[in-house]
């Protein structure tokens, strides 16, 4: 499978625990995005890398998530302290920066977190 | 506040009716347009997109959009709808020079029955 690729499917924890998510963008795009959606909303975006370079951070990410992408592959989007309004699906995209599909967003199947 | 509206949350239709899905966004400068679709139990997969040029654009399984810069507007179309089209629908907006996030509207639920 060649497709933006997400680890685990689903996370459940209980409040004030930590949660890692992994996402693995393809191969050759230098762009990769974390979003999340919560139930019956449209994906709301977190953050952006280009290679190893986190360029761009919403508001919505608190000092609680931190996210990294070290070696300009594969990104973690890590969750402390998960309180209840945590609950969502975390979504990664990648993109290539050039190209016919520029700034066009691939998605991966999403990190279902649940904390109760 | 910069924003995507969809006017329609949910919308049913039966097979062969024509599909025509809302969306309108509040940016001021030039803008990239998307609009994803997420059937049942998959990710989010591009329908299709406007860059530049034509202002209608044609994707794939039938989809079109017709970008109306007036009217801020990037409506999603199909003649003739099948009950494999039955997914939800965001419309997603670029401002060109704010970054490279997309900014998603709430979606469209479509069913469509036989």
């Known amino acids: 499978d060649t497709g933006v690729s997400q680890d685990p499917r689903h996370k459940i924890t209980k409040r004030g625990q930590n949660v890692t998510f992994r996402c693995d963008p393809i191969?050759?795009?230098?762009?990769l995005y974390w979003y999340r959606q919560t139930l019956g909303q449209g994906p709301e975006f977190l953050t952006y890398?280009?290679?190893?370079?986190?360029?761009?951070k919403s508001r919505l990410l608190s000092d609680r998530f931190s996210a990294e992408r070290p070696k300009g592959s594969f990104s973690t989007l890590e969750i402390q302290r998960t309180e209840q309004g945590d609950s969502a699906m975390y979504l990664c995209?990648?993109?290539?920066?050039?190209?016919?599909?520029?700034?066009?967003?691939?998605f991966g199947p999403g990190t279902r977190l649940t904390v109760l | 506040a910069q924003s995507v509206s969809q006017h329609n949350h949910h919308v049913i239709l039966s097979e062969a009716a024509s599909l025509e899905l809302g969306c309108n966004y509040s940016?001021?400068?030039?803008?990239?347009l998307f609009w994803y679709v997420q059937y049942p139990g998959q990710h989010l997969q591009l329908l299709l997109k406007y860059f530049s040029g034509d202002p209608l654009v044609k994707g794939i399984k039938g989809f079109e959009a017709e970008f109306i810069k007036s009217k801020f507007s990037f409506n999603l179309r199909k003649p003739s709808v099948q009950w494999s089209d039955t997914a939800e629908y965001f419309c997603?907006?670029?401002?060109?020079?704010?970054?490279?996030?997309?900014?998603f509207g709430k979606g469209t639920s479509l069913l469509v029955t036989p």
């Open positions: 997603a907006v670029n401002a060109l020079g704010s970054g490279y996030a997309l900014n």
């Open positions: 890398f280009q290679n190893e370079a986190q360029l761009e």
């Open positions: 995209a990648s993109s290539l920066t050039s190209g016919e599909s520029y700034n066009e967003q691939f």
């Open positions: 191969s050759e795009h230098n762009r």
């Open positions: 940016y001021g400068g030039t803008v990239n």
